[in-house]
């Protein structure tokens, strides 16, 4: 997992990595999701780096 935090305005991010066949969230991390939400940080459920992308609002790029 990753934690980090989104300059300029110190946002509170959470990356949850989970494998993309059969990965859950445990009551605790579904509890964790909703504090972080709570308090205006994001927590982005991740899969594959597109997951990651897609929570920030990004654009996906890949070299050509």
């Known amino acids: 997992d990753i ?3 989104r300059l300029p305005h110190g946002q509170r991010i959470e990356i949850e990595c989970k494998r993309p066949k059969g ?3 445990s009551e605790e ?7 972080v939400m709570r308090f205006g940080g994001i ?3 991740a899969t594959c780096i ?3 992308y ?3 609002g990004l654009t996906p790029t890949y070299p050509p």
């Open 29 to 35: 991390q579904v509890a964790f999701q909703m504090m």
């Open 23 to 25: 990965g859950r969230q």
């Open 50 to 52: 597109d997951d990651v």
């Open 3 to 5: 934690s980090g935090v």
């Open 54 to 56: 897609r929570g920030l």
């Open 43 to 45: 927590y982005i459920l």
